[in-house]
């Protein structure tokens, strides 16, 4: 009736994916003090001093009395007169992220791809290069789950044509032409996912990931007003709640528990959500490269189950040695599926 540890790593029961969605709050946990360099990840509400646009946006600032860049940046979308100065805001908020560098120590963001597998995904909103700098990092060591990437990336770049995603400055692996720097999708009223190739293409992915997820993680995403449609094409893949009885999700936020619950009931069926404040108390943290395991464990089989927190100290040499034991078992695993 009990599971340990050791049982736990030496399982792979789990063929569904674990679907995890970032948003900005996730990047901001994981980098609270900002890049290698201490160069720092803006919020909404203090994105135009971090950025340092006060004197690009003076005469919008005064104009639309507010200092919220969503809002700025939605005030600039509808009124031509703007067209350059948004051109010149979007070259910088490209700039600025592009030459973002991942602190040298294992972060939040190397923790949760190590703590999932191949058959898993991440999707994020973020345009910060660290989820890809985490992953090259890592990505020789173990298996990673798929990337996913909801709002465009300063990191990501795409052929159209052969409809291949690579490491912006790269080469399309089919056709050999330099890939195309993906476009970010900026704060809108109205997004428009269904107009750019490459977006309109991540989206549809998730959309099937979420149709065959057993667990969804809601990692520091607020579901702005302004994304309305991304709830919305969410809610449609992940289905309706009351159907989907044994699915479990998870949110991973700062926000208080009624907060959260407003924001996410479309998707909670009644008793199946956890609610965490620190990435470290998550399912992921606790069984990581398990989760389907551990999940199939509680809450199919009803067994008692204890947790494998993964190490959040250790230094990556010694971080990818503990995993060892479980890629063994996932190797194995893959070969006599061969
Ligand atoms: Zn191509």
Redesign the pocket.
Do not use: A, F, G
């Given at each position: 009736m009990k599971v340990t540890v050791q049982e736990e790593i030496s399982q792979i029961k789990m063929e569904k994916p674990h679907v995890v969605i970032l948003g900005a709050g996730a990047s901001y946990a994981a980098f609270p003090n900002g890049d290698k360099y201490g160069k720092k990840l803006p919020l909404m509400n203090n994105f135009i001093q971090v950025l340092e646009l006060e004197k690009l946006l003076a005469e919008a600032l005064t104009e639309f009395k507010t200092n919220n860049f969503e809002e700025i940046y939605d005030q600039l979308h509808k009124n031509s007169r703007y067209g350059t100065v948004r051109a010149e805001l979007e070259k910088l908020i490209y700039a600025y992220f592009r030459d973002m560098d991942i602190p040298d120590q294992p972060t939040i963001y190397d923790h949760l791809l190590l703590s999932l597998r191949g058959k898993d995904v991440v999707a994020t909103f973020n345009w910060d290069p660290f989820l890809i700098q985490a992953y090259r990092r890592n990505g020789s060591r173990i298996s990673l789950p798929r990337l996913i990437f909801l709002h465009g990336n300063v990191m990501v770049g795409s052929?159209?044509?052969?409809k291949?995603t690579g490491v912006n400055g790269s080469v399309?692996?089919?056709?050999?032409?330099p890939?195309q720097p993906t476009k970010l999708l900026y704060p809108i009223g109205e997004k428009n996912y269904h107009l750019d190739g490459f977006i309109s293409g991540q989206w549809k992915e998730l959309q099937c990931f979420l149709k065959k997820a057993f667990m969804i993680t809601v990692f520091g995403y607020g579901a702005p007003v302004s994304d309305v449609s991304a709830v919305e094409l969410m809610k449609e893949a992940w289905g309706d709640v009351g159907e989907r009885q044994m699915e479990q999700t998870e949110i991973i936020d700062i926000r208080d528990e009624d907060d959260l619950q407003k924001t996410w009931d479309k998707f909670i069926h009644t008793h199946h959500y956890e609610v965490h404040s620190n990435f470290y108390n998550s399912w992921i943290a606790n069984h990581p490269r398990r989760t389907g395991e551990a999940y199939i464990n509680q809450y199919w089989e009803a067994q008692f189950i204890d947790n494998n927190p993964l190490p959040k100290d250790l230094s990556f040499p010694r971080l990818w040695e503990w995993l060892t034991p479980l890629k063994e078992v996932e190797d194995k695993a893959a070969l006599q599926n061969v």
């Open positions: 052929c159209e044509k052969c291949v399309c692996s089919r056709c050999s032409t890939l």
